[in-house]
């Protein structure tokens, strides 16, 4: 069974502190996406990665940055955190085959509270 | 740049009655779209795809969804409404197998019992 791991459900910070959000798939994934989620704005891409050590930009990158060293792991960074980063933090992966595994596998989520 | 529009924030609908949520898109080349469920306090789950081929794609749950290129949609149906169905529904689009997935705000289906 395909899995994307992500190390917390639950996590309160306070602000200006550094937060390590960190996302493990099992699936040999090239792919990798973070992205949050918020009441009436959906999911909104903060960073993807196609590689190790490639990241790109999505469209909220301000205020995150993003590690991958491996290929099965790939950690979103909040630098600085602030209250406007309190929400629900979601990872996925995706393969890059022609018609398998084009579909996005998503973890539990992260629910962030920055206070 | 694509975008994927939802442009019902809710739908309401009776159990046993069919449901459609609609979306719409915008890409520059040969769409993957994607349907996506949520249930409270979850992650995001695959419902079905559209890649290539038939234009009507049926997927998890009794699920379907049809692939329209002259009007850019790919509406989720299903015949028969269940009241488990009451989820937060997502339509998502991906241009080509090395590209970014960009997903709409997502719409929110309660079947009525």
């Known amino acids: 069974d395909v899995k994307v791991t992500q190390s917390s459900r639950y996590l309160v910070k306070r602000t200006g502190e550094k937060v390590f959000l960190e996302c493990v798939q099992d699936?040999?994934?090239?792919?990798m996406f973070w992205y949050r989620q918020d009441p009436g704005l959906g999911l909104r891409l903060i960073y993807f990665?196609?590689?190790?050590?490639?990241?790109e930009k999505g469209d909220i990158p301000e205020g995150y940055s993003v590690s991958r060293e491996k290929k099965e792991r790939f950690s979103l960074i909040l630098e600085s955190a602030s209250t406007n980063q309190t929400s629900m933090y979601l990872c996925?992966?995706?393969?890059?085959?022609?018609?398998?595994?084009?579909?996005?596998?998503f973890g539990q989520g992260t629910r962030l509270t920055v206070v | 740049a694509q975008s994927v529009a939802q442009p019902e924030d809710q739908v309401n609908v009776a159990e046993g009655n069919p449901l459609t949520v609609k979306c719409t898109y915008s890409?520059?080349?040969?769409?993957?779209l994607f349907w996506y469920v949520q249930y409270p306090n979850r992650g995001l789950q695959f419902l079905l795809k559209?890649?290539?081929?038939?234009?009507l794609v049926k997927g998890s749950y009794g699920f379907e969804a049809e692939f329209n290129k002259s009007q850019t949609s790919f509406h989720l149906k299903k015949p028969s409404a269940l009241v488990s169905d009451s989820a937060l529904y997502f339509c998502?689009?991906?241009?080509?197998?090395?590209?970014?997935?960009?997903f709409g705000k997502g719409t929110r289906l309660h079947i009525l019992p």
């Open positions: 996925a992966s995706t393969g890059t085959g022609l018609t398998m595994n084009t579909e996005a596998f």
């Open positions: 699936m040999d994934h090239e792919n």
């Open positions: 990665s196609y590689d190790v050590k490639m990241k």
């Open positions: 890409v520059s080349g040969n769409p993957y």
């Open positions: 559209y890649i290539t081929g038939d234009n």
């Open positions: 998502a689009v991906r241009e080509g197998r090395d590209d970014k997935i960009i």
